[in-house]
């Protein structure tokens, strides 16, 4: 594979000051990396929909796939040691990133007496690196049932890139029974030319703790180009109740790709909110794993895509134990010649009886040239569960149109009420109305371009 700037010289060059099992896992990554191909065959079902889609016309004329990627165009960002101004209001806590380097943290001083950890990923190899160390990348790998949606850094070359390579990110440690009101904000940026973005999220919450994380990831600059490779592992210890938003507007320059799971314990509650408006081509891989009787996990999407767009979204829902229950529901309206696939599976291994597990994918085409592809599936091997499945596509109705211009709307207003009626069953539970209004703000500036 050529490898450009990712070479193993690299991996050593930032390996330096770090322990030396973190410097073993990235050699590990490193070398998965240099066997790993890059996606690029259809027999690969979580990626054929994004490496190869020439056979519908919509492809053939754009030529828009991942053929158009090069890794080599992309350069790991020096670590520096210079700061930005960050006017952003403190909270209970916040941390700023640009370009993998981190510019400001925040944690209350109450936050800090209840021994609440809140710190970039490099400085918590040096404080907390035994409690890194036993969950960055490794923690699924412990379950006594190999996962059906894998391991980190062992699927693909994205992944291995990541493990190998990654630079940024921040670690949110939640000790036992400390419960957070207030949520915590993360700010990641973009700014350099041709630049990568590898950070790595790490959230641990205790048993009966309570956290909500609100994470912006945005571009600087709206023309430069650049990569993000991230990775986001959440671990919902026994009855602790987590909320994590993620907010993607990455510019239109921007390829990304991002590997997500969360490990959810008996009695824990996961709520988890993604929402994509940006980016060049997209590609999230996401797992929930619900490992303990009584776990629940609430998954919800929101999207928009314009232009051309492409999002290709995949989940997996895995049930290990019994008396679990999953609800995913995904929402994405599309303009102009954009185009998304969402392809989500529900698992129920072995003895995970009573099951209660759902998935839901609808999609509202404003254009006759988007396109959207949905594929919900299930694989069962359990007994007396209630898991169920549905997916809708379709143009935005033309008499809900038609009846509110009847009222003197116009139609720029009334497709945008429309718009806002589809969304608002995400909307509505996402936890801040801070973060609902700025997503309602996203989906302004799209319907206006």
Known sequence: MQTGNFTKDYVEKIAQNEPQWMRDRRLEAYSLYETLPMPHT???????????MRTQDYWRRTRRNLRGFAVENYQPVAETNGSVSTEVDGGAGVYVQVDGNPQHTYLSPELEKKDVYFADLHTALKERGDLIRDYFMTKAVTLETTLKSGNFASSNAFDALHGAFW???????????????????VFIRHSKDQHADLSHVLLIAEEDSQVVVIEDNASDDPDSGGLHCGA????????SNVTYVQVQ???RQVWNFASQRSIVSKDA??????ATFGGKLSKLNQAIVLDGTGSNAQLLGLAFT???QHLDVSTAQEHLSPYTSSDLLYRTVLKDRSQTAWGGNIYVYPGANYTDAYQKNDNLLLSERAHADTLPGLEIEAHEVRCTHGATAGQIDAEQVFYLMS???????????IVDGFFEPVMERIPTQSVRDEMQEFVSRKLET
């Open 42 to 52: 259809t027999e690969d079902d979580v990626w054929r929909r994004t490496v190869d």
């Open 167 to 185: 630079r940024g990110g921040y670690v949110i440690h939640i000790p036992k029974s400390v419960r957070i009101e207030d949520p915590l904000r």
């Open 232 to 239: 986001v592992e959440v671990f919902a210890g026994q009855n």
């Open 249 to 251: 507007h990455w510019n």
């Open 269 to 274: 509650q996961l709520h988890w909110v993604s």
């Open 306 to 308: 314009d232009a051309r």
């Open 407 to 417: 009222r003197g709307i116009p139609y720029v207003l009334a497709e945008k009420l």
